[in-house]
């Protein structure tokens, strides 16, 4: 199992969970994190840090989001590793807790 980033992290973007992932399975687009499942090793310690609690254990991703675990494996692909933590979007806190932001995905 891995752990998928879902949609509050769009224009989030908050970055506390990449510190203490151990094996660097994150990956930075230009406003959206994405895990990479198959570095992934499930050791749950990210879900906790994510402010926007937008991180979900791949069977708990909410309905109607599962279309985030094939999407991050997808990006992950494609983007950077990111380990250390940035600061977020000046606008982070107004996007936090808006709905359908996939349209606002930058990639």
């Known amino acids: ?9 769009i224009k989030c973007k908050y970055t506390d969970c990449v510190e203490v ?9 230009p406003n959206f994190l994405v895990i990479d499942p198959d ?8 879900e906790p ?3 926007a609690q937008a991180i979900f254990a791949e069977d708990d991703v909410p309905s109607g989001m599962e279309n985030y675990t094939a999407l991050n494996a997808e990006l992950a692909k494609q ?5 250390e ?9 107004d996007w936090d807790g808006k709905k ?4 606002y995905l930058e990639r």
């Open 21 to 29: 992932c151990p094996v660097d399975c994150f990956h930075e687009g």
């Open 85 to 93: 933590k940035k600061d977020a979007p000046a606008d982070a806190a």
């Open 39 to 46: 570095e992934c090793i499930d050791c749950t310690l990210c």
């Open 79 to 83: 983007w950077p590793v990111i380990t």
């Open 1 to 9: 199992m891995t752990y998928v980033v879902t949609d509050n992290c």
């Open 100 to 103: 359908d932001k996939l349209k």
């Open 49 to 51: 840090e994510c402010p």
